[in-house]
């Protein structure tokens, strides 16, 4: 079962929370999504400990996501309309579209292809309509706005032929990632003429199907039963066609990973063949200590997982209140990656899906006598800049890209390509001076 507010509120569940607790949660979820599953509520969450849950934190809205400016518009409002308003300011406040989603939207004799984003050479992402939305919604999901009402752009698409058509014409693609949302929150029956569809002879550059998912750790359910069944083996005969199948599972705290449930599921999902691949955002209060990493890695790779990458948590929604300073989340990462073994080691971090591209946060030099950032790109909008080391002046406040002053040659690199797309430079432009590390 799966539980709005509405019915939350008529839950057994519901009266764990303080009446104030109550009241603040109708408030918060006027701004934020709600959705929990009954296996979180269940299983995962310590309701005697929950102002400190992870899982708790994870899930339910906090006071502290709005400031007080925000709270004060919000119980102003009289009226219906005044609320709808002040509900409407907010969450525009909040940064709905961190980094110029949009600007990945593919087009196609002039037609916006909606339910697609491309934004890397290799990879395209889809976004099947039934499966915007998910089995429990992340108090800090960088997608939020695709849960609420706020504007006529959803990232959606229940045409599967305009998928098949752009694929067909760009053979230079070799993944495909179905995301969301949840993809895996559709039911079979809608889910499975998708990945019948990247089985299409005409379709062989496709190389790797991707499914981005929080099912194993939300509603480990979805892998076990005779749902289960299908499912794994509708992805074991992908894999028997030729194709790389990857579960990228987000696990935000080691927590997810201890029930009898979400082991099973690991282990059927191996079974079928299916590669494990693991990310999270590193989260404040959650998840913003070494040993919680650790304990991440080190499990995942015993049961059989791939870690893969710790990300910086894009600027959106509460990020005032959920942002780790990049140092911080380098310093992390950095204990945290000391104490583990090299298969653990598969992991990336910590990376900022920035509008340029994917930012790897490398380390902390001094050069010329002042402290720098080194950054690379893994991922970017410009292939040739992909793996140059540059630098940015040390800032140990700073919690995401545009917040910091990139150094030449690469500054300009960067300008050029905002200019090639019509867009003003979004990340800190001040003039220092140049620096770059041998390529």
Sequence with gaps: MFYNLKTFLRSEFAGRLSD???QDLKYLTKIFPFKASRY?????????????DPIFRLVFPRREMLKEHQWRLLKSAKT??????AVRQIRWELNPHPDGQKDNIPVVNGHELGGLQYKYRETVLFFPAQGQT????????????????????????NNADELYEFLKHHKEVTDVLLTGGDPLWMSNRHLFPYIDLLLKPELAHVQNIRIGSK????????????????????????????KSVALMAHFTHYREMETEKVQ???????NAGVVIRTQSPIVKGINDNAEVWR???????????????????????AHHYFSVPLYKAYQVFTEAYSTVSGLSKTVRGPSMSAWPGKVLISGVLDVNGERK????????????????????????KATWFDELEIDSPMREEIDSLYEQYGKSPSYNPVPIQASILAE
């Design 264 to 270: 099973e599921a690991v282990r059927r999902i191996r």
């Design 80 to 85: 219906l309309e005044e609320e709808r308003e």
């Design 40 to 52: 979180v509520l269940e299983e995962l969450i310590d309701w005697e400990n929950r102002d400190t």
């Design 295 to 317: 304990r991440m890695w080190r499990e995942q790779v015993r049961m059989g997982m791939v870690p893969y990458y710790m990300f910086i948590a894009r600027d959106t929604g």
């Design 373 to 396: 950032f080194v950054l690379k790109f893994i991922q970017c909008r410009d292939p040739r800049l992909i793996n140059k080391p540059f630098t940015a002046r040390f800032d140990p």
């Design 20 to 22: 104030e607790e109550i």
């Design 134 to 157: 998910c089995h429990s919604h992340c108090t800090y999901c960088f997608r939020w706005a695709q849960f609420v009402r706020l504007d006529e752009h959803k990232f959606r698409s």
């Design 215 to 242: 099912a194993l750790s939300f509603y480990p359910q979805r892998f076990l039963g005779k749902e289960g069944d299908e499912l794994l083996q509708k992805l074991e005969s992908a894999v028997e066609a030729g």
